[in-house]
């Protein structure tokens, strides 16, 4: 009996577990949010809003492995597949980040966030997250 309501609990969290992640896709997020590339190698982080010395709508983009894949985090603003702005770590060594670089964009704007493997003139897998200034 006891295995059974474990059993029961254990299905009854994954079941949970799996509507949260189904429910998130697709939303925009606000404040400071970081995504990992693909192979967890490195990080795009988005900054909505100023705090001490880092700039609002921002991006920067880390390169935490030493893989020979660079990070970059790029904005696209319309949603049209162009990247509006632009960050990366080409040319430099693992565990770099770049510099922030921040913009004005009108507050309470979607604005989608890639962050794109890269080397050289390459580009692997990306990941993307909407994000709100």
Excluded at 2 to 21: D, F, N
Excluded at 30 to 41: L, M, N, R, S
Excluded at 71 to 76: G, N, P
Aim: charged fraction near 20%; include cysteine.
């Amino acid at each position: 009996m006891k295995s059974r309501r474990t059993a029961a609990r254990a299905l009854a969290t994954g079941v949970c577990a799996i509507g949260l992640v189904v429910g998130l896709q697709g939303q925009a997020w606000a404040g400071t949010v970081t995504i990992f590339a693909p192979d967890g190698a490195g990080k795009g982080t988005w900054n909505a809003d100023p705090d001490g010395s880092t700039p609002g709508d921002a991006i920067r983009a880390c390169d935490t492995k030493a893989d020979g894949w660079g990070i970059e985090t790029a904005l696209d603003y319309n949603y049209d597949g162009v990247m509006d702005r632009r960050v990366d770590t080409r040319g430099h060594a693992a565990g770099y980040c770049s510099d922030w670089l921040g913009g004005d964009l009108k507050e309470g704007r979607t604005v989608r966030m890639y962050v794109t493997m890269v080397a050289g003139s390459s580009f692997g897998p990306s990941v993307y997250i909407d994000v709100v200034a």
